[in-house]
């Protein structure tokens, strides 16, 4: 079973940025973790995903060039730095390790 603290979300403005961090907590390093979303009335939606201790990088097309993931030395924390954030990107950013998911937290970009 893993344990996850999600941290970050936030409200924001259109072109503006936000930072979510995620730490898992499984008594073992995790080899990939992954950034969901779900907006209301919506599928769940892959955002990014990274490997450790490789560092292997995928993105969804609807981010891609906008968000970054990266990976904390080897103990299971993954972040998503958001920049130019646009309206469509306001749903509920979820973490996700060893098939299990995280709480979620909400990022709101309105103005």
């Known amino acids: 079973q893993v344990h996850f603290v999600e941290s970050g979300g936030g409200l924001v403005q259109p072109g503006g940025s936000l930072r979510l961090s995620c730490k898992a907590l499984?008594?073992?390093?995790?080899?990939?973790m992954r950034w969901y979303r779900q907006a209301a009335g919506k599928e769940r939606e892959f955002v990014a995903s990274i490997t450790w201790p490789a560092g292997d990088t995928k993105y969804g097309d609807a981010v891609a060039g906008r968000f970054t993931v990266s990976r904390g030395p080897a103990d299971n924390t993954m972040y998503l730095q958001m920049n130019d954030l646009e309206p469509e990107d306001t749903a509920v950013y979820y973490c996700?390790?060893?098939?299990?998911w995280g709480q979620g937290t909400q990022v709101t970009v309105s103005s």
């Open positions: 499984a008594g073992l390093t995790i080899y990939i």
């Open positions: 996700n390790a060893l098939n299990e």
